[in-house]
């Protein structure tokens, strides 16, 4: 099994920064694409920016410019650093591990963390 730790989520005044970061611990194999997602309350889950093994990344249009998604492969850790934060951006924030082995590929979920942005 393999273990996620967020932190980083919290308060924010509209415009300001917040890091996320996001730790994988565990019986890991081996990362390949690692990813962030986030649900604001009464809306579905949405993709938010993602990295792949290589260092490729792709974000949602709303994020991008704002959001940098970067990964420390040494530490198995993700971050997803937030500009320009907007209350629309309000949300509990999920990191995704793709673990992948000699017998298939495995999403590890984290455990949320929130992000409120003030107007």
């Known amino acids: 099994q393999v273990q996620l730790v967020e932190s980083g989520g919290g308060l924010v005044q509209a415009g300001g920064s917040l890091r996320l970061s996001c730790a994988a611990s565990g019986s890991i194999f081996s990362i390949n694409a690692m990813h962030w997602y986030r649900q604001a309350p009464g809306k579905q889950r949405e993709l938010v920016a993602a990295i792949t093994s290589g260092g490729s990344t792709d974000y949602a249009d709303s994020v991008k410019g704002r959001f940098t998604i970067s990964r420390d492969n040494a530490k198995n850790t993700v971050y997803l650093q937030m500009n320009s934060l907007k209350p629309e951006d309000t949300a509990v924030y999920f990191c995704?591990?793709?673990?992948?082995?000699?017998?298939?590929?495995?999403?590890?979920w984290g455990q949320g963390t929130q992000v409120t942005v003030s107007s």
């Open positions: 995704v591990v793709e673990d992948g082995s000699p017998w298939g590929v495995k999403d590890y």
